[in-house]
């Protein structure tokens, strides 16, 4: 949120209205609407993606995600589960009891240094949702309970190809996309929750809108921090690790490290973007090759936030669940809620990470005098920040047991594959143990035996 000192801002909105004025008080009204302090009930979307429905030929089935969308005031736009179907004809896996953007921080830092926090401190609403938001291939999901107008888009969007090699030609992925528009003042932050059909989520915040009157110039961060309640197949039982890659460009080797995390207590690490970090998060249960299922969540980045605030000290951070406490739910109170060091090994843990972009006001923001004067003093601006987006992803470690929307050909017997050690391989495995076997509900073909020829090696 663009600004100065939080009276600017005020007076900022105040213009805002004034501004607003002819296009009709009810447009004021939907910006400034009253919100009930209770959320209204999620939405449940059901997205099947049909393998023939991805550019391939293989006769599979696919795969499917469940999940449950709200909105909620200070909140915006969030997610109160998913469930993720390997194989349409297996049972849901639940991968997520709760993801959330806990905090849009926004500091100015050139002359006002003026701090917002634009989920907590305010009272935003999200914004209506028509059919241009949505565009062709989107559709609106119906207002939430009680609300006058509808504030989620869904889309299902091509993401581009997942795969190609020399063997079985190539094949494009498809995502599901719920998004909202948290209306903050004159900016606009876009939420966007997408889960694709490999099982990666990925959580993205996109910043747009009108800098704000008075500092349209002046640089800041729009910082968003995201609370994850990860519940991976049994949440009760998750434990945390930290990932690192380690290496000394003196030598030509390197170790690939992964350890407990914060020595398998609660706590928060700084993202090294020589080291690759990521937290790892295992479930007990293991897939067909004897590996347990797991999510790496992976930042993706321009940078990293760091600023006076203690909550920014760190990127990511991982806590004990314990929903039932209203102050777990806010990212500036996790540094004492992580002072107590809970283990967060086999136990129902909530992952924290950063994703920010640094705004440096440029003239496709828009530009002055570019309709007329309203009030003494207005600088008539006209134009919006395009967007800009932060985000991280989930993505799963063996949560299949081979390639997902991969037409593999006959699948081998249960036999064959601990005959060629397929059982406690790892994952980097190639060769003999490239064949897995493909139990019930392993995303791959049940179906398709009848090519007696497998896939060439290597
Ligand atoms: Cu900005």
């Known amino acids: 949120m663009p ?21 009709g008080p009810a447009m004021a009204q939907r910006l400034y609407r009253r919100q009930s302090l209770a959320d209204p009930p999620s939405q449940e979307v059901v997205t099947e993606f049909l393998v023939s429905e991805s550019g391939g030929s293989e006769p599979r089935k696919g795969t499917a995600w469940k999940v449950h969308v709200a909105r909620g005031l200070h909140r915006g736009l969030y997610i109160t589960g998913a469930w993720f179907k390997r194989d349409l004809s297996e049972d849901w896996i639940k991968i997520l009891n709760d993801a959330r953007v806990s905090e849009l921080f926004v500091p100015y830092h050139l002359h006002s240094q003026v701090r917002y926090f634009d989920l907590t401190g305010f009272s ?9 938001d949505a565009g062709p ?47 903050a003042g004159n900016y606009v932050y876009l939420m966007s929750y997408s889960f694709h059909d490999d099982g990666t989520i990925a959580l993205r915040v996109g910043a747009t809108g009108q800098n704000l009157p008075g500092q349209r110039y002046e640089a800041h961060v729009h910082s968003a921090h995201w609370r994850i309640d990860i519940d991976l197949v049994d949440g009760s039982k998750n434990s945390a690790m930290l990932m690192k890659h380690l290496e000394d460009p003196r030598s030509l080797g390197a170790e690939d490290i992964k350890e407990p995390f914060n020595g398998g207590m609660e706590g928060g690490v700084d993202w090294d973007p020589k080291e690759f970090t990521m937290i790892r998060v295992e479930s007990q249960k293991k897939n067909a090759r004897g590996e347990p299922i797991a999510y790496d969540l ?41 002072r107590d060091r809970e283990l967060v090994e086999e136990t129902d843990i909530v992952l924290w990470a950063n994703s920010a972009v640094h705004h440096e006001p440029r003239h496709e923001d828009g530009m002055p005098g570019a309709r007329t004067r309203i009030w003494p003093g207005d600088d008539a601006w006209e134009g919006s920040a395009l967007v800009m987006w932060s985000g991280i992803d989930l993505r799963p470690r063996n949560l299949f047991d081979r390639t997902p929307f991969y037409p593999y050909a006959a699948t081998p017997s249960p036999q064959q594959v ?4 397929g059982r406690g391989a790892s994952d980097r495995g190639t060769g003999e143990n490239a064949q897995p076997a493909a139990p019930a509900g392993s995303g791959a073909d049940a179906t398709s035996g009848s090519s007696s020829t497998e896939p060439r090696r290597r």
């Open 418 to 421: 601990n005959r060629r050690g």
């Open 3 to 23: 600004g100065s000192r939080p009276s600017r801002r005020i007076l900022g909105l105040a213009l805002l209205g004034v501004w607003l004025l002819p296009c």
């Open 298 to 338: 992976m930042p993706l980045r321009y940078g990293t936030p760091r600023h006076n605030e203690e909550f920014t000290h760190h990127d990511l951070w991982v806590s004990r669940s314990h929903s039932d406490r209203p102050m777990e739910y806010l990212f500036i109170n996790l540094p004492e809620a992580v």
């Open 124 to 132: 935003f609403p999200l914004a209506e949702v028509k059919a241009e």
């Open 137 to 183: 291939f989107g559709t609106i999901l119906p207002p939430f309970q009680g609300d006058d107008h509808a504030t989620v888009v869904k889309e299902v969007r091509d993401r581009g190809v997942i795969w190609k090699d020399y063997a079985h030609g190539v094949r494009r992925g498809r995502e599901l996309i719920l998004w909202g528009a948290l209306q």
